[in-house]
């Protein structure tokens, strides 16, 4: 591996990139959120043609979480969106590394550890993710916060219809 690294987040195979100037690297957790059989096609195809699947280091872990604690990010951020950003910050140390994501609070923290970030959207066919704040216990959809106002289960981020 050398020169340029692609790290490429859940929506890179929903939208489908493709990136040939570069290795294309992603993480265990993504690989595990790619469940519907199009994203999961693509991610067969991507393999074949070189992808790398890698878990982080668990010392960049700790430096993502407080990066995304001082942002208002951590909240938000799910475990495989901080093991994305951990292989980055990991390769970013060697290689000159483009993170691939449509997740604002995965861009936002990005920016703040020195990662650069193109959206999937950008380098194929637009398909918008709507996200949705909601609660792991009764289900209710809520605007924020992390804890459910009405049975005090914890809120987790989703995508919408899921
Ligand atoms: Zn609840």
Redesign the pocket.
């Known amino acids: 591996m050398n020169g340029k690294v692609y790290v490429i987040d859940t929506s890179g195979f929903i939208v489908g990139v493709q990136f040939t100037d570069g290795t294309m690297l992603t993480v265990p957790g993504v690989v595990d959120e790619i469940i519907d059989s199009a994203s999961r096609l693509r991610f067969d195809l991507m393999h074949d043609a070189g992808l790398r699947v890698e878990p982080p280091l668990g010392v960049f872990k700790d430096k993502v979480v407080s990066a995304a604690a001082s942002t208002g990010d951590a909240i938000v951020l799910s475990q495989t969106d901080i093991e994305v950003l951990s292989k980055a910050l990991e390769l970013v140390q060697e290689f000159d590394v483009i993170l691939i994501t449509d997740d604002y609070a995965v861009q936002n923290v990005a920016s703040i550890l020195g990662i650069k970030f193109k959206p999937a959207g950008s380098s194929g066919i637009k398909k918008e993710i709507v996200w949705e704040m909601r609660?792991t216990?009764?289900g209710?959809v809520v605007k924020s916060g992390s804890e459910?106002q009405?049975?005090g289960?914890a809120i987790r981020r989703r995508r919408a219809g899921h």
Request: glycine share 12%; hydrophobic share 25%; net charge neutral.
């Open positions: 609660c216990g009764c209710v459910c009405i049975c289960s």
